[in-house]
């Protein structure tokens, strides 16, 4: 059998409140970053929505007026049952 070991239990640090609210530090920690994260998610946003209008804009515009819709089924050609 192994000896039993004691592990060191470092306290947990953490930067949220026990009713999981940002603490003060943390949000000392984030208010540098506040502008720079904003702009950057502003402008990713912008990004995403430029592509997916240009895609919609860009399909939409497609006539497939050239392209042969298959008949229903059912009304194709008869299958003559007994082989008369």
């Not at 470092?10 to 949220?16: A, K």
């Not at 430029?50 to 050239?66: G, K, L, M, P």
């Given at each position: 059998m192994h000896p039993t070991r004691k592990l060191f239990v470092?306290?947990?640090?953490?930067?949220?409140e026990p009713d999981?609210?940002?603490?003060?530090?943390l949000i000392r920690a984030r208010k540098p970053f506040?502008?720079?994260n904003v702009i950057t998610g502003l402008v990713m946003f912008g990004i995403t929505a430029?592509?997916?209008?240009?895609?919609?804009?860009?399909?939409?515009?497609?006539?497939?007026?050239?392209v042969k819709v298959p008949e229903a089924p059912g009304r194709g050609v008869s299958k003559e049952v007994g082989g008369k």
């Open positions: 470092l306290p947990r640090s953490t930067y949220y999981q609210r940002q603490g003060a530090s506040l502008i720079k430029s592509i997916y209008v240009y895609t919609i804009r860009a399909v939409s515009q497609d006539e497939f007026e050239d």
